[in-house]
Protein backbone atom coordinates (compact mmCIF):
# COMPACT_ATOMS: atom_id res chain seq x y z
CA UNK A 1 0.00 0.00 0.00
CA UNK A 2 1.14 3.56 -1.07
CA UNK A 3 0.15 5.94 1.81
CA UNK A 4 0.00 9.38 2.05
CA UNK A 5 -0.91 12.28 4.61
CA UNK A 6 -3.51 14.15 2.99
CA UNK A 7 -6.55 17.38 4.46
CA UNK A 8 -10.14 16.30 4.36
CA UNK A 9 -11.73 19.41 2.80
CA UNK A 10 -15.74 17.94 2.27
CA UNK A 11 -17.70 14.77 2.85
CA UNK A 12 -20.80 13.67 1.11
CA UNK A 13 -21.67 9.91 2.97
CA UNK A 14 -18.81 7.54 1.87
CA UNK A 15 -16.88 9.54 -0.33
CA UNK A 16 -14.58 12.19 0.64
CA UNK A 17 -12.47 15.14 -1.15
CA UNK A 18 -8.92 15.63 -0.29
CA UNK A 19 -6.33 18.05 -1.10
CA UNK A 20 -2.80 16.45 -0.87
CA UNK A 21 0.35 18.84 -1.36
CA UNK A 22 2.71 18.67 -4.32
CA UNK A 23 5.64 16.84 -4.26
CA UNK A 24 8.83 19.15 -5.37
CA UNK A 25 12.20 18.72 -5.76
CA UNK A 26 12.80 22.21 -5.07
CA UNK A 27 15.17 21.59 -1.96
CA UNK A 28 17.73 19.69 -4.14
CA UNK A 29 17.50 22.00 -7.52
CA UNK A 30 20.77 24.21 -8.75
CA UNK A 31 18.46 26.79 -9.53
CA UNK A 32 15.97 27.05 -6.56
CA UNK A 33 17.20 30.90 -5.69
CA UNK A 34 16.34 32.19 -9.33
CA UNK A 35 13.47 30.17 -10.29
CA UNK A 36 11.48 30.95 -6.99
CA UNK A 37 9.60 27.47 -7.30
CA UNK A 38 7.73 28.75 -10.77
CA UNK A 39 8.72 25.82 -12.54
CA UNK A 40 7.68 23.10 -10.38
CA UNK A 41 4.32 24.54 -9.30
CA UNK A 42 5.56 26.23 -5.64
CA UNK A 43 2.90 28.03 -3.95
CA UNK A 44 -0.02 26.39 -6.17
CA UNK A 45 -2.92 24.42 -4.45
CA UNK A 46 -2.89 20.71 -3.93
CA UNK A 47 -4.18 18.17 -5.95
CA UNK A 48 -8.06 17.39 -5.34
CA UNK A 49 -8.90 13.46 -4.83
CA UNK A 50 -11.89 11.67 -4.55
CA UNK A 51 -11.86 8.94 -1.96
CA UNK A 52 -13.70 6.42 -0.05
CA UNK A 53 -14.28 7.49 3.38
CA UNK A 54 -15.70 4.01 5.25
CA UNK A 55 -15.46 5.09 8.86
CA UNK A 56 -16.95 8.38 7.89
CA UNK A 57 -14.42 10.86 9.26
CA UNK A 58 -15.53 14.10 9.18
CA UNK A 59 -13.99 17.26 7.48
CA UNK A 60 -10.99 19.58 8.47
CA UNK A 61 -9.16 16.67 9.74
CA UNK A 62 -5.44 15.30 8.56
CA UNK A 63 -5.97 11.79 7.23
CA UNK A 64 -4.12 8.65 5.91
CA UNK A 65 -4.54 7.74 2.65
CA UNK A 66 -4.00 4.72 1.03
CA UNK A 67 -4.19 3.13 -2.08
CA UNK A 68 -2.60 -0.15 -3.66
CA UNK A 69 0.46 -1.16 -5.62
CA UNK A 70 -1.19 -2.76 -7.93
CA UNK A 71 -3.97 0.02 -8.78
CA UNK A 72 -0.72 2.35 -9.40
CA UNK A 73 0.92 0.27 -11.46
CA UNK A 74 -1.82 -0.16 -13.63
CA UNK A 75 -3.17 3.36 -14.09
CA UNK A 76 1.09 3.57 -14.76
CA UNK A 77 0.69 0.51 -17.33
CA UNK A 78 -2.57 2.12 -18.72
CA UNK A 79 -1.10 5.92 -19.19
CA UNK A 80 2.61 5.53 -20.08
CA UNK A 81 3.04 1.84 -22.21
CA UNK A 82 -0.82 1.71 -24.02
CA UNK A 83 -0.11 4.69 -26.07
CA UNK A 84 3.34 3.43 -26.97
CA UNK A 85 2.45 -0.04 -27.85
CA UNK A 86 -1.00 1.71 -29.70
CA UNK A 87 1.78 3.38 -32.02
CA UNK A 88 3.74 0.70 -32.58
CA UNK A 89 1.12 -2.02 -33.24
CA UNK A 90 -0.86 0.29 -35.72
CA UNK A 91 2.32 1.39 -37.66
CA UNK A 92 3.63 -2.46 -37.63
CA UNK A 93 -0.14 -3.38 -39.00
CA UNK A 94 0.10 -0.52 -41.79
CA UNK A 95 3.36 -1.44 -42.67
CA UNK A 96 2.65 -5.05 -43.26
CA UNK A 97 -0.80 -4.04 -45.06
CA UNK A 98 1.33 -2.11 -47.29
CA UNK A 99 3.74 -4.60 -48.72
CA UNK A 100 6.98 -4.55 -49.60
CA UNK A 101 6.34 -3.13 -53.25
CA UNK A 102 5.49 0.75 -52.01
CA UNK A 103 7.15 3.97 -52.83
CA UNK A 104 9.46 4.48 -49.48
CA UNK A 105 8.00 8.06 -49.38
CA UNK A 106 4.46 7.49 -49.80
CA UNK A 107 5.25 4.07 -47.34
CA UNK A 108 6.67 6.09 -45.11
CA UNK A 109 3.84 8.77 -44.45
CA UNK A 110 0.52 6.08 -44.47
CA UNK A 111 2.60 4.10 -41.57
CA UNK A 112 3.45 7.16 -39.41
CA UNK A 113 0.12 8.28 -39.44
CA UNK A 114 -1.76 5.01 -38.59
CA UNK A 115 0.62 5.50 -36.18
CA UNK A 116 -0.53 8.38 -34.96
CA UNK A 117 -3.89 7.83 -35.55
CA UNK A 118 -3.51 4.59 -33.12
CA UNK A 119 -1.93 6.14 -30.14
CA UNK A 120 -4.70 8.93 -30.49
CA UNK A 121 -7.41 6.12 -30.47
CA UNK A 122 -5.70 4.92 -27.02
CA UNK A 123 -5.71 8.77 -25.94
CA UNK A 124 -9.55 8.36 -26.74
CA UNK A 125 -10.06 5.01 -25.23
CA UNK A 126 -8.24 5.90 -21.92
CA UNK A 127 -10.29 9.14 -21.27
CA UNK A 128 -13.32 7.07 -21.65
CA UNK A 129 -11.91 4.35 -19.51
CA UNK A 130 -10.93 7.46 -16.72
CA UNK A 131 -14.32 8.55 -16.35
CA UNK A 132 -15.78 5.26 -15.96
CA UNK A 133 -12.90 4.73 -13.37
CA UNK A 134 -13.83 7.94 -11.39
CA UNK A 135 -17.64 6.54 -10.62
CA UNK A 136 -15.88 3.03 -9.42
CA UNK A 137 -15.37 3.02 -5.47
CA UNK A 138 -13.07 0.30 -6.22
CA UNK A 139 -10.72 2.54 -8.23
CA UNK A 140 -10.10 5.47 -5.46
CA UNK A 141 -7.91 5.35 -2.85
CA UNK A 142 -9.63 4.84 0.86
CA UNK A 143 -8.98 7.15 3.99
CA UNK A 144 -7.43 4.57 6.59
CA UNK A 145 -7.38 7.07 9.67
CA UNK A 146 -7.05 9.64 11.04
CA UNK A 147 -3.41 11.63 11.68
CA UNK A 148 -2.58 12.29 15.43
Not at 29 to 42: A, D, I, L, M, P
Not at 57 to 69: H, K, M, W
Not at 81 to 107: C, E, H
Request: net charge positive.
Amino acid sequence: MFCKEVLLIATQGDVATVTAGRQTACSSCQSRTRCEGQSCGQGQQGILLQANNPKRIPQGRRVVLALSERQVLKSAFLVYILPVAAFLTTALLANAWLGADNSIDRGALITALAGVAGMAGSFLWLRRHDRRMRRDSRSRPTIIGVVG
